[in-house]
């Protein structure tokens, strides 16, 4: 196969070329598998019992898909159960004490996932109680923009 670049002929075997182009389409296959050139905003998933991960079950169509991850501007869908509705949602009535709250309990904050969780339980259990919200920017991956966001959602008594 020949190539001309810049007036310059090349002549490049087909093989190489080929190969080139099945390397190029294999990086595109992973990038597009793991999710690097999704560009929407992330899925949460909102219902008036917020957990950590949606449960397989009879529930599931409780379940809703929001863009927002901010729990106090999410909407409960009208499948959710009357038992489910009368439970309190951070940022609605109840803010969340992290000085005794469960990994689950802090898994319903926005932001906080299972990572950040434990690493709060970790900190907690290793310096004492909390003294006060602040005190969440000494946990790894809790930044000043995060801590902005929860500190309406937590107390520390």
């Known amino acids: 196969m020949e190539i001309k670049v810049r007036g310059k002929n090349?002549?490049?075997p087909w093989e190489y070329v080929l190969a080139l182009f099945l390397v190029l389409l294999i990086l595109?296959?992973?990038l597009i598998t793991s999710g690097a050139l999704h560009r929407e905003a992330p899925v949460a998933y909102s219902s008036a019992n917020a957990s950590a991960a949606p449960s397989v079950g009879?529930?599931?169509s409780a379940l809703t898909p929001s863009a927002s991850p901010d729990p106090s501007k999410a909407q409960p869908t009208q499948n959710a159960s009357p038992s489910s509705q009368a439970t309190p949602q951070p940022g609605k009535s109840d803010k969340i004490n992290i000085n005794t709250a469960t990994m689950e309990e802090l898994m319903t904050l926005p932001y906080i996932g299972a990572v950040k969780a434990r690493a709060i339980i970790e900190y907690r259990d290793k310096h004492g109680p909390f003294k006060s919200?602040?005190?969440l920017l000494n946990v790894k991956g809790i930044g000043k923009k995060t801590l902005e966001k929860l500190k309406p959602l937590v107390t520390v008594e």
């Open 133 to 135: 919200a602040d005190e």
């Open 58 to 60: 009879a529930n599931d």
């Open 10 to 12: 090349y002549n490049v």
């Open 28 to 30: 595109l296959i992973v």
